[in-house]
């Protein structure tokens, strides 16, 4: 019988690359690891007290309560914009822009952005955050690994060796695909 995916929690905000760093590197590990990826969208001010990505990171919140599946790419174009093309992520229009390029219908857009502003959202977002720092976090990314019913927690997307020996598997670099010539 094949081995159950482990859990792992990856908590990060859109404001960090170096959250972003690790959302890849996990993305690109979920299946060669064996892992159950959970992506927790949190608010690095909760954490850190000062940001500028409170509204992505809350409409980020109403799409993994009502579109999961579309988390990660709406996350991607998100990170694609601050940090790759030096676009804003803060403004409504540029959240639905996001939002569409990654996928998400016009209508899905406005509709998620519109229960962005909830309360319901918000204290999802409040309650993840807390979470966070439950386990400690005092940054983002913290990752929290499931091993033996009790969490382990690494910070930082330069730990990923360390992930990889906690969970018995080998790090073949950022671009595992590539040494698998699946490039």
Request: hydrophobic share 40%.
């Amino acid at each position: 019988m094949a081995n159950l995916p482990r859990k792992l929690e990856l908590f990060y905000d859109v404001l960090s690359p170096y959250s972003w760093l690790g959302f890849e590197l996990l993305c690109r590990y979920q299946n060669i690891w064996n892992i159950n990826l959970q992506l927790r969208p949190s608010f690095i001010a909760g954490i850190m007290k000062d940001s500028g990505s409170l509204n992505a990171m809350r409409f980020l919140t109403a799409v993994n309560m009502e579109k999961p599946e579309m988390l990660e790419k709406v996350s991607r174009e998100l990170w694609m914009r601050i940090w790759s093309r030096d676009e804003d992520i803060t403004e409504p229009q540029s959240i639905l822009a996001a939002a569409e390029k990654a996928g998400l219908s016009k209508e899905q857009a406005k509709r998620l952005l519109e229960n962005s502003s909830t309360d319901k959202v918000k204290n999802k977002l409040k309650e993840t955050t807390s979470a966070a720092c439950n386990y400690g976090a005092f940054g983002l990314p913290t990752i929290v690994v499931h091993m033996d019913n009790k969490p382990c927690v690494i910070f930082g997307s330069d730990r990923m060796e360390v992930l990889a020996y906690l969970l018995g598997e080998q790090w073949l670099g950022p671009m595992p695909s590539a040494v698998k010539g699946k490039l």
